[in-house]
């Protein structure tokens, strides 16, 4: 399910920033802090943790849990579907919250 994120976001410890950013480490890290990204104002001021709960709500409906969100792909509707990518990001986490 992740092939679908990889057009516009890497995975890999040191990969560069894609049209989206790394993704590397998401679990657990503040909103916007992944360095050499330039965020949108909605992600920056959203405040938000990327625990389990708000991955899943983000991928469900990016532009309405951040409006404002540079994202614009338009969710994944299907809750298996967008917890196989969840499960994934988790899986490749070298850091653990």
Request: aromatic share 8%.
């Amino acid at each position: 399910m992740f092939l679908q994120c990889r057009a516009c976001h890497t995975i890999g410890d040191g990969d560069a920033n894609g049209i989206g950013p790394n993704l590397h480490n998401v679990f657990g890290a503040k909103a916007a802090s992944h360095a050499g990204y330039d965020y949108s104002k909605g992600l920056k001021s959203s405040g938000m943790i990327w625990s389990r709960a708000n991955l899943d709500a983000f991928l469900q409906a990016p532009s309405a849990k951040v409006p404002g969100t540079k994202m614009t792909f338009q969710g994944i509707v299907d809750d298996k579907q967008r917890a196989a990518v969840i499960d994934y990001l988790a899986s490749v986490q070298t850091e653990r919250p």
